[in-house]
């Protein structure tokens, strides 16, 4: 009986309920737990380089080092669990690292911030395709698992300490003579840490010169600071963590269940008088706008015609595209509502060009502003995936989600690196610039607005800062504030404030620029 015992599995001696948990649990979230030291340690190493490369430091030189780095440490974690490289995770890891050269390339605000977007969102899609066989997932799985995956993090936020009392149990189990310190250690710290404020409150009270050399100490390392760096790295090491846990979970189902949809007929009864609607609306835009040979309402020129409605256009061509999405997800298949579809998607292009000009007509008149650009580009992203539903609607097997991934991911790199409001500022100066509006732009702009061969107006920065007059603390008065030159002014001393405080990892290529041209 004793010699049985000795080759019983160590699941044998668990209770039942421990039986289950442990069956629950996934290899990843096992080999997670018992390699708690490095996976910790990892983390804590990555929340400090977290804070040293972003803390107060959103678009400088350090950023593509963060993102490389975040890149590492995710493969590298994988590589402990075991979890193999797939060779198409290059395009992801290219598209990202792309957007975080991006980020220290241009100091527009909106840029950046889609920059941030489009990492976080291009990292998660990164994750799921490395831990998941996600070859068959489409459009609404994916969101779908990525909402499942942010849920699994907040229920992965206290792991670390789970995963640590596991690690040290196991330990105890497996060497019972073996004595740990890291926990009496650590228990040792979170008790030395109240008693230490006391007692130097106390000691502070008691004699002026350690008060006053510890003051001294305290203005020498700015304290407040020490404190949000701590917290920022308390924050991303146990974010960085769960994230690390809910992967390993697993809890998302692979394999996508063939369901068998709603009836076609609902679907082909709504579309089908929606095709007849925008069939008589797209013949409209042929007929007025393109051809331009109809008679249009009273009072009414062709001009106002044309630059109106473009963007109620362009939420009819959004909803358009995710209508044609959800009947194809939805509803089983069908010649005639595949037939409807190609229409509506065809009609849609039609509405795509119509708001397009609109929006080029609009800016013609009006000038360019970042908004409108952005318009235009979206009304081109729009045009190429509904180009990629059109396919998909004839052959099923086309790659969707991937060639959507591709089109927005390749465009938005594209319009990243083209800097905008440059592009902005040397448009408006050459038909007519709305100098208020230049004013408010980013330094992508200062080699527009502050170059004399670009801006007509401007003969040189110094002639411009002699027609100014100056107060005794050295800033400007500005007298006409409906003067061109009061505007330029103002971005150039905008430029002066944002381009004179560059240190090594806050540097940033395009505040660089702009001070070439205010030095």
């Known amino acids: 009986m004793q010699e049985k015992e000795e080759f019983m599995e160590p699941t044998a001696y668990l209770q039942p309920a421990e039986r289950i948990t442990e069956n629950s649990e996934t290899e990843y979230t096992r080999s997670m737990r018992r390699q708690f030291p490095s996976f910790g340690i990892g983390c804590l190493i990555y929340s400090a380089f977290y804070a040293f490369c972003l803390y107060k430091n959103t678009s400088g030189i350090t950023y593509p ?39 220290c390339l241009t100091a527009s605000l909106p840029i950046l911030f889609m920059n941030k977007c489009g990492i976080l969102l291009l990292s998660l899609i990164l994750m799921l395709h490395t831990i998941y066989n996600d070859k068959a997932w489409n459009f609404p799985r994916y969101f779908t698992a990525i909402f499942q995956t942010i849920g699994s993090f ?23 003579g073996k004595k740990s310190y890291f926990l009496p250690a650590l228990i040792g710290i979170f008790i030395a840490i109240p008693l230490l404020f006391c007692m130097t409150l106390l000691l502070v009270g008691a004699d002026a010169v350690f008060e006053n050399m510890l003051f001294r100490l305290i203005n020498t390392l700015n304290i407040l600071e020490v404190i949000k760096i701590l917290v920022v790295i308390t924050v991303v090491f146990f974010s960085s963590y769960a994230l690390l846990a809910a992967l390993c979970r697993k809890d998302i189902k692979e394999k996508t269940e063939e369901k068998a949809g709603f009836d076609p007929v609902i679907a082909i009864v709504f579309t089908s008088l929606l095709s007849i609607l925008y069939l008589v609306f797209s013949m409209v835009q042929i007929l007025y706008l393109f051809i331009g040979n109809m008679k249009l309402p009273e009072n009414y020129t062709y001009a106002r015609y044309a630059r109106e409605g473009f963007f109620q256009l362009l939420t009819v061509c959004v909803i358009n595209l995710l209508l044609v999405l959800i009947c194809l997800y939805l509803f089983r298949e069908s010649k005639p509502l595949r037939a409807i579809l190609a229409i509506i998607c065809g009609c849609t292009f039609i509405m795509i060009f119509s708001s397009a000009l609109r929006m080029i007509m609009y800016i013609d008149s009006y000038a360019l502003t970042f908004l409108r650009l952005f318009v235009l580009w979206a009304l081109a992203v729009i045009f190429l ?28 790199i594209a319009l990243s690196f083209s800097h905008p409001d440059y592009l902005i500022a040397r448009y408006n100066l050459e038909n007519g610039a709305d100098y208020d509006y230049l004013s408010r732009l980013s330094a992508d702009a200062a080699p527009a607005i502050l170059d004399p061969s670009v801006n007509p107006y401007l003969v040189s920065v110094e002639d411009m800062l002699e027609k100014t007059s100056v107060d005794e603390d050295g800033h400007f008065i500005y007298p006409d504030y409906h003067n061109d030159l009061y505007w330029m002014k103002i971005y150039y001393r905008e430029m002066e404030d944002h381009t004179g405080s560059m240190g090594i990892r806050d540097f940033n290529f395009s505040l660089y620029r702009a001070g070439k041209y205010v030095k």
């Open 65 to 103: 080092f963060f993102v490389i780095g975040t890149l590492c440490c995710f493969f590298f974690s994988m590589k402990k669990l075991g979890v193999p490289f797939k060779k198409d995770s290059v395009f992801y890891i290219a598209g990202i690292t792309l957007l975080g050269i991006s980020n």
């Open 154 to 176: 907040f229920c992965c936020l206290i792991s670390p300490f789970s995963d640590m009392v596991s690690y040290f149990d196991a330990q105890k189990q497996e060497s019972p």
């Open 385 to 412: 995936l509904m180009a990629g539903v059109t396919v998909f609607i004839f052959y099923r097997r086309f790659p969707l989600f991937l060639y959507g991934l591709a089109v927005v991911g390749v465009c938005y």
